[in-house]
C-alpha cells in the first residue's frame, strides 16, 4: 500500500510563504498521479492543485491559481506544495493524495491519502 506522510505546515502571517512536502513510501509512486487538497474546519474537502505522474502537467484550484505551485522529485519519492502570498482563507488541513490513474481534481478519485498537516494563517 501507498503511505503518504506530509510535513511543512505551521504558523505564518498573512503575505508569507510555506512549502508542503508529501513523502511517499514506495517507488511506484512516481507512476502516480498526485493532489493536494486542504479542509477547514466545518467545511468540506477542496481541490488544491494536481500534477501528473511525469510532472508535465499541473492543475490548480482558482483560489489558489499564481500564488501556489505544485511540484515532484520522483527520484525523492516527494510531492511539494509552495505556498507564497498567504491569506488567512487558506488556513486548513492539507493533504495530499495519490491516485493510481489519470490527473483528477475529484478527491473521490484518489486512493491514497496522508494524515495531513496544518497551515494556519494569521497575523
Known amino acids: 500500500q501507498v503511505q503518504l506522510v506530509e510535513s511543512g505546515g505551521g504558523l505564518v502571517q498573512p503575505g508569507g510563504s510555506l512549502r508542503l512536502s508529501c513523502a511517499a513510501s514506495?517507488?511506484?509512486?512516481?507512476?502516480?498521479?498526485m493532489g493536494w487538497f486542504r479542509q477547514a474546519p466545518g467545511k468540506e474537502r477542496e481541490f488544491v492543485a494536481a500534477?501528473?505522474?511525469?510532472?508535465?502537467?499541473?492543475y490548480y484550484a482558482d483560489s489558489v491559481k499564481g500564488r501556489f505551485t505544485i511540484s515532484r522529485d520522483n527520484a525523492k519519492n516527494t510531492v511539494y506544495l509552495q505556498m507564497n502570498s498567504l491569506k488567512p482563507e487558506d488556513t486548513a488541513v492539507y493533504y495530499c493524495?495519490?491516485?493510481?490513474?489519470?490527473?483528477?481534481?475529484?478527491?473521490?478519485?484518489?486512493?491514497?491519502w496522508g494524515q495531513g498537516t496544518q497551515v494556519t494563517v494569521s497575523s
Open positions: 514506495e517507488r511506484t509512486f512516481s507512476r502516480y498521479p
Open positions: 493524495a495519490a491516485r493510481p490513474g489519470v490527473t483528477s481534481a475529484d478527491p473521490d478519485e484518489y486512493a491514497y
Open positions: 500534477i501528473s505522474w511525469s510532472g508535465g502537467e499541473t
